[in-house]
Each structure stands twice: as C-alpha cells, then as structure tokens.
C-alpha cells in the first residue's frame, strides 16, 4: 500500500485546511485508516481513525469536534477536515493504514506515507 498524503500549508488560528491521501493498490477497502501527526521534538501520536466502511471513526481527545475524517473508497481517498486550527495543532500529518484498527490508534501503522506540514500561526 503506498500512500500520498497533501493539502497541509500555513493558516491563522481559527482557519481550516482540508488534508487529502490517496491510496495504490486493489485493497483500498480492506484497510483501516487514520491519520497521525508528529509536532517537532515530540513523538508521532493519534489523531483520526476510519473503519474500512467508513460508518465508524475514532479521534484523538484534543481535536473531537473540530477534525473530522472520512474516506472514499471509489476513489481509494481518506480525508482529514481540519477546523478552528489551533497553534498547538501544527505538525507534520500523515496518512496510515492498518489491517486492525489498534494499530492506528496506537500510532503503529503497518504502511504510512510522506507527511504533509501543517502549520497554524497565532
């Protein structure tokens, strides 16, 4: 599975940004997905996790409510709505999947792509 995340960039405090990853591969649909991010000197983490239908989500305490993740098997796509961006929410994103979804909420996927930077000024 090969990832390609983008649509991170720089925005005020408050703004949104909407961050899109489009997947390779056949078994799109087979796969948990979620999206992680790692701010700098600090340690990847959890930030939104899919089902492979998409009818469940999971998402880190901090953004419930502002982020909100969802997917297009069609077109093999995963999204992350970023809303009433906070400087503390910048950090590089990435996409990831997992045949389970443990492995998303724990930060260990078994594929992840190149990040795409967000960074929200105050």
């Known amino acids: 599975v090969q990832l390609q995340a983008s649509g991170g960039g720089l925005v005020q405090a408050g703004g949104s940004l909407r961050l899109s990853c489009a997947s390779s591969?056949?078994?799109?649909?087979?796969?948990?997905m979620g999206w992680l991010r790692q701010a700098p000197g600090k340690e990847r983490e959890f930030v939104a996790h899919i089902t492979p239908t998409g009818l469940s989500t999971n998402y880190k305490d901090s953004v419930r409510g502002r982020f909100s993740i969802s997917r297009d098997n069609a077109k093999n796509t995963v999204y992350l709505q970023l809303n009433s961006l906070k400087p503390e929410d910048t950090a590089v994103y990435y996409c990831a999947a997992a045949s389970d979804s443990r492995r998303i909420l724990i930060a260990q996927p078994e594929y992840w792509g190149q990040g795409t930077l967000v960074t929200v000024s105050s």
């Open positions: 591969g056949r078994t799109f649909t087979s796969y948990h």
